[in-house]
C-alpha cells in the first residue's frame, strides 16, 4: 500500500493524516483515519508507522503552524486564536512550551 502525501508531510497548517495501517480480520483495511500532526513517538506506540502518526497512535497532541512568522502550537480542539488558547514562538519547541504555561489563557 502507498502512503499519500497527506501521511507523510504535514500541510502548511501542521495538519496530515495518521500512517498506522489498519487490520479488519487479518486483513489490511487501508489506515487509521484521524488527523496527525507530526511523527510518532516509539515510546509511546511501538506497533508499525510509515509515516505521520496521529496522537492516539504516538504522535503529538499539540498542532504548530506557521503564524506570519512566528510558530503557533494550539489544541486538537483549536477553533480560533480569539477562542483557543495558543502558544507562540520562535521555535516549534518554544510556541508548545508556552501553550503549556498559558493553557487557560485566551491570547488577545
Ligand atoms: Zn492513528
Redesign the pocket.
Known amino acids: 500500500m502507498q502512503l499519500g502525501e497527506r501521511r507523510k508531510k504535514l500541510d502548511s497548517d501542521g495538519r496530515g493524516l495518521?500512517s498506522?495501517p489498519m487490520w479488519n480480520n487479518g486483513l489490511p483495511a487501508g489506515f487509521?483515519e484521524?488527523e496527525a500532526y507530526g511523527d510518532n513517538d516509539p515510546k509511546k506506540y511501538d506497533g508499525y508507522v510509515g509515516g505521520l502518526?496521529?496522537p492516539?497512535?504516538g504522535g503529538p497532541k499539540v498542532r504548530v503552524f506557521m503564524d506570519g512568522n512566528m510558530y503557533c502550537a494550539v489544541k486538537p480542539d483549536f477553533i480560533t486564536l480569539q477562542e483557543s488558547p495558543a502558544g507562540f514562538g520562535e521555535t516549534k519547541d518554544e510556541a508548545i512550551k508556552e501553550l503549556h504555561q498559558h493553557p487557560g489563557l485566551l491570547k488577545q
Open positions: 495518521c498506522v487509521c484521524n502518526a496521529c492516539d497512535h
